[in-house]
């Protein structure tokens, strides 16, 4: 058997994490997209880059998709001679988006869909199960929840067992409109980890399975608990010396009456406006262009269908 001459190209979602109480655990598709076209070369590896990073230098094979990918050739039994790829990038990096898991998520499907093609598999998860997939993605990330939603779309909850990652993927309201506020300048994650503490109090672990367990209502059947869903007494207020603005405007929104988070480790944030029901995605537009630094607003859809290959 020997390697495809023909590209393979996989489209991955933004994802946003957390969603304010899920720490860890939520995560949500998002329909901002980087794109992954890649195929096997003669030797070494090559990347090419457009749109968001491309002005980045790195060393191709430390590159988080070329790394992504040599783990899935790895987990079916083999690498390519060589591996060449051109990433057009729409995702912010450092701003609490998902990009690490876009490209780790991509470069795993990519893998498995030129090995599948190796060995004449009319379905790649015959060659690397999704469950697969996920282990390694979440091996590669560190933590599980964007790469969960990044796979699967819509709204997933990771969770440990013995036997494993689990994840459930629920379908979010149909009405359920995000609306991304991005700042200009991106916080480093480990920045935010690391200005979290070891111990909570008991009494704000308590709030906060509350909270969790009320934002699961409130984004599949429940719009009117979105606010009170999304309070979070985990993270958000210890990050907030990290990346004041965010913390500003996470204030002004919520005090509007919109449910707004912290995406992620930040410093994006995410208003989780419904259409139909006021204040909408206009009302945050409004008040981040009163902010006293500037923010790029993004109203946004679920993805619904998650990472994906669109040709092989």
């Not at 990073?53 to 790895?74: C, K, S, T, Y």
């Not at 390694?136 to 013995?162: K, M, R, S, Y």
Request: one cysteine or more; a neutral charge.
């Amino acid at each position: 058997m020997s390697w495809p001459g023909q590209p393979v190209t996989v489209v991955a979602p933004a994802t946003s994490a957390n969603l304010g109480p899920g720490f860890d655990s939520l995560g949500l598709a998002l329909s901002l997209h980087d794109t992954v076209q890649a195929r096997v070369a003669g030797s070494g590896a090559d990347v090419r880059v457009t749109g968001v990073g491309a002005g980045q230098r790195w060393r191709p094979e430390r590159h988080l998709v070329i790394r992504a990918m040599r783990a899935g050739f790895e987990a079916v039994g083999g690498q390519p001679p060589g591996i060449a790829i051109e990433c057009r990038n729409h995702i912010p990096q450092g701003f609490g988006l998902g990009s690490s898991a876009a490209a780790i998520v991509s470069g795993l499907l990519a893998a498995r869909a030129l090995a599948a093609a190796r060995e004449g598999a009319a379905d790649p998860a015959d060659v690397l199960p999704d469950a697969d997939v996920l282990r390694l993605a979440c091996e590669i990330e560190g933590h599980p929840d964007n790469v969960a939603a990044c796979q699967a779309g819509g709204l997933t909850i990771a969770f440990d067992t013995a036997a494993g990652l689990g994840v459930a993927r629920l379908t979010p309201l149909a009405t359920l409109a995000p609306v991304l506020c991005v700042p200009a300048a991106p916080v480093a994650t480990k920045t935010a980890r690391e200005a979290l503490p070891d111990q909570v109090p008991h009494a704000d672990a308590a709030a906060n399975s509350a909270r969790a367990a009320l934002l699961i209502t409130a984004l599949t059947t429940r719009p009117d608990l979105l606010l009170p869903g999304t309070e979070d007494f985990l993270h958000q207020r210890y990050r907030a010396a990290s990346m004041p603005r965010t913390a500003t405007l996470l204030a002004t929104l919520r005090a509007a009456g919109i449910p707004a988070v912290v995406s992620g480790a930040g410093p994006s944030v995410l208003a989780l406006t419904v259409g139909g029901l006021a204040p909408g995605a206009a009302a945050v537009a409004l008040l981040a262009a009163r902010a006293s630094s500037p923010w790029r607003v993004l109203p946004l859809r679920v993805d619904a269908d998650g990472a994906r290959l669109v040709s092989a």
